[in-house]
């Protein structure tokens, strides 16, 4: 009766013990997010209250300085985004139902490398190799287009301009884009899309009446995805962009706006007192619009995996 | 005008084609023959290459340009394709070429900065790629000679670091949600930790040095160890992800078996179905270190960066190579630049290759470690 007691106290134990440990660690993740949050505004309070002359540059507060940031960053990320949507939908459509079954998953594969790449080494690519790859074309664009207000002159000289920068951005999201969208074309009911053949639908037409009304909510998940990494995206844009602190839509000029991500790389290691806490309350802007974005995408691909029933 | 020689036998009998087309019927519709798609893609080729050919012995461009020629190669060869669909073989068919080019176009685009970019690291990398790379540091080095071996010793101390803390933090977690978790708790993980896997990376560093900048009272705090916490943070939800995928893979019959001979859960947990996801986790593990080692903003603020070598993670700055990559390109400048650009590609090199060999390596162990399920 007592060892048999003794035992099951023990088990008990045991079990406390790891089950509690299992459910700190889960916890502790909670615990970090909200601590980022925490630990980012304690620390940007001096900039948000700070006044003209204790910033960076000659702005009068901090929404006068934050604001140009902002709009660089949003303003590289819809570029990027431009390029890379039709792209990665395109590479997953090729995937998932052109490329033979047997190459599908070596291509997939061949993908997912890019994401392995380091943004650093993207960011030295784009400098040395792309920019002056592009040149040439921009040149072309000032000079036969310049009328169009998005490729007004004067033309950069070096390349290293936001289209560059959304380029090298566009080449960098789109593995976590094709990832989703290949998962969800996949996930596409065979048997409508054997159906929509059976009558006669070309494969075009089939994967339009059969795969893309289907995949729309995991296509818009996937945009969302990777607007949220172009968005945070640091080293590959303080490299390739030659920076300005303005406001202009100009693609091919040398006067681009900055991105919040990148100015905090470029003016962290020489910031001190409240230029600290101003490039930390920066950095807490970025922080909330990408996980807004981040929770909009996970709750659009969590409702539609209930539905769908098959990653359950 | 090599397109249209390419199609003789489509263009024998054009009436038949023509008026089928105009009904839009598909099964009485001429077909161009087999191998035609790719007849036009290797002739769309040829003329661009031609025509890049002619740029570059008229002195145009230095260099033949042979990404331009694939690319806009490509661009003619989706024209060409559904042109001559559309005169054979009927609209339909003709957008059906034209999706298909399209698709196959938007793969060969996305190949063209993955092999552009891997030929450019070897290409620059190799010029620095010597012992004396390995084996020395940037301490006093003006001009060339000099290498990354602080920094490859950062990277190394900081990413175990890192794995140290994540690994079993994430571990657990995932056990949590796979043996555990039931109601908002594990529902509210679950969200987060995709939401987690969004933070900016960045971020991730500004709060290390938040953290560490009030618990210190240091306002200029730079250390490896704040640099592993950020690392970490990018670092949790990954490895939650990838293990959580992995231990719901294990058959639940394993667990009632063991639960059913009286073992109880924790250790079925610890005996049972870790050792039987231990490939699929150590491959989770590999490629979320794969993720992190070549991060560089967080690194970049709160570990700073140093010409020196430094093996204490608690004290002063540390140098990565990630950061050396980064500073030695911008910093390259004057008399020495060349020397300094090199260092910065043979840096990027070590870096490409240590993430290809982690996710390799990855992915090996999971193939030749997978458990197979005989049905």
Redesign the interface.
Same mark, same amino acid.
Do not use: H, Q
């Given at each position: 009766m007592t060892t048999d007691t003794a035992r099951r106290g023990g088990i008990r134990l045991g079990d406390r013990v790891f089950a509690g440990s299992a459910a700190t660690a889960g916890a502790l993740i909670l615990i970090v997010l909200a601590a980022v949050a925490v630990f980012l505004i304690a620390q940007s309070l001096p900039a948000l209250g700070a006044g003209p002359g204790e910033l960076p540059g000659t702005a009068q507060n901090f929404w006068v300085y934050v604001w140009p940031l902002v709009f660089g960053t949003i303003w590289s990320a819809f570029l990027a985004l431009l390029v890379a949507t039709p792209l990665s939908i395109g590479i997953a459509l090729f995937i998932s139902h052109y490329a033979p079954r047997r190459l599908a998953q070596a291509l997939g594969y061949v993908i997912d490398l890019l994401a392995a790449v380091p943004s650093v080494v993207f960011g030295l690519w784009g400098i040395v190799v792309l920019a002056p790859f592009v040149q040439p074309m921009y040149s072309w664009l000032v000079a036969n287009l310049g009328w169009i207000p998005l490729f007004a002159g004067p033309v950069s000289g070096t390349g290293r301009t936001v289209l560059t920068a959304s380029v090298v951005l566009a080449v960098m999201v789109l593995p976590i884009m094709t990832a989703i969208c290949r998962e969800v074309f996949l996930q596409a009911p065979r048997l409508h899309e054997e159906a929509a053949l059976a009558l006669g639908a070309t494969r075009w037409e089939m994967i339009r009446m059969a795969v893309l009304p289907f995949a729309r909510a995991g296509i818009v998940s996937a945009i969302m995805l990777g607007l949220g990494r172009a968005l945070g995206e640091t080293m590959a844009v303080a490299m390739v962009l030659s920076p300005a602190l303005v406001v202009n839509m100009f693609l091919l000029t040398s006067i681009n706006p900055n991105t919040i991500a990148a100015n905090i790389a470029l003016q962290f290691p020489e910031a001190t007192g409240v230029s600290v806490n101003a490039l930390i309350a920066s950095g807490l802007v970025l922080f909330l619009v990408t996980l807004g974005i981040n929770m909009i995408a996970r709750y659009i691909v969590g409702r539609r995996r209930a539905f769908s029933g098959a990653n359950a | 005008m090599t397109t249209t020689t390419s199609t003789p036998s489509a263009t024998t009998m054009p009436g038949a084609g023509a008026v089928a087309a105009r009904r839009g019927g $598909?099964y009485a519709a001429a077909r161009l023959p087999r191998g035609t798609a790719w007849a036009t893609l290797a002739a769309s080729w040829l003329v661009t290459g031609g025509l890049f050919g002619i740029l570059d012995a008229a002195g145009a461009?230095d260099g033949f340009n042979l990404?331009?020629t694939i690319f806009f190669g490509t661009v003619l060869f989706d024209v060409a394709i559904w042109s001559l669909a559309l005169l054979v073989e009927g609209r339909? *068919?003709a957008?059906?070429r034209l999706?298909?080019s399209?698709?196959?176009?938007?793969?060969v685009?996305?190949?063209l900065?993955?092999v552009?970019?891997v030929a450019?690291?070897l290409q620059?990398g190799l010029a620095r790629f010597d012992t004396a790379y390995f084996t020395e540091s940037m301490r006093n080095v003006i001009g060339a000679g000099g290498g990354g071996l602080h920094a490859i010793v950062g990277t190394l101390e900081i990413t175990g670091m890192a794995t140290l803390i994540s690994v079993?933090?994430?571990?657990?977690?995932s056990?949590?949600?796979v043996?555990?978790?039931r109601g908002a708790?594990?529902r509210?993980?679950t /969200? /987060?930790?995709?939401?987690?896997?969004?933070?900016?990376?960045?971020? =991730?560093g500004?709060?290390a040095?938040? $953290?560490f900048?009030?618990a210190t009272g240091n306002?200029?705090i730079r250390s490896g160890f704040v640099g592993a916490v950020s690392l970490s943070?990018l670092m949790?939800?990954v490895v939650?992800r990838s293990s959580e995928e992995i231990l719901r893979l294990v058959p639940n019959e394993l667990r009632e078996a063991s639960l059913a001979l009286g073992v109880?859960? @924790?250790?079925t947990?610890?005996k049972i179905v870790l050792p039987t996801s231990i490939a699929g986790l150590v491959t989770g593990v590999m490629l979320a270190i794969? *993720?992190v080692?070549?991060?560089? =903003?967080p690194l970049?603020?709160v570990a700073? /960066?140093t010409a020196s070598m430094n093996y204490d993670l608690f004290s002063d700055r540390m140098m990565t190579l990630?950061v050396f990559?980064?500073t030695q390109?911008?910093q390259a400048a004057g008399l020495h630049a060349q020397a300094a650009v090199d260092r =910065? @590609?043979a840096g990027?090199l070590t870096?490409?290759i240590i993430?290809?060999v982690l996710?390799l390596a990855g992915?090996v162990i999971a193939r030749i470690f997978a458990p197979r399920y005989g049905r």
């Open positions: - | $598909l461009s990404v331009g339909r *068919r957008l059906d999706v298909t399209l698709v196959s176009t938007a793969f685009i996305a190949l900065p993955l552009s970019l450019t690291v620059n079993p933090v994430g571990l657990l977690a056990i949590y949600l043996e555990y978790g708790l594990a509210g993980i /969200f /987060f930790v995709d939401v987690m896997m969004g933070i900016p990376s960045i971020v =991730a500004l709060f040095f938040a $953290l900048a009030l306002p200029g943070v949790i939800p939650v109880p859960k @924790w250790l947990v610890l794969a *993720r080692i070549g991060e560089t =903003a970049l603020i700073g /960066f990630p990559v980064y390109y911008t =910065a @590609w990027a870096l490409i993430v290809m996710n992915r």
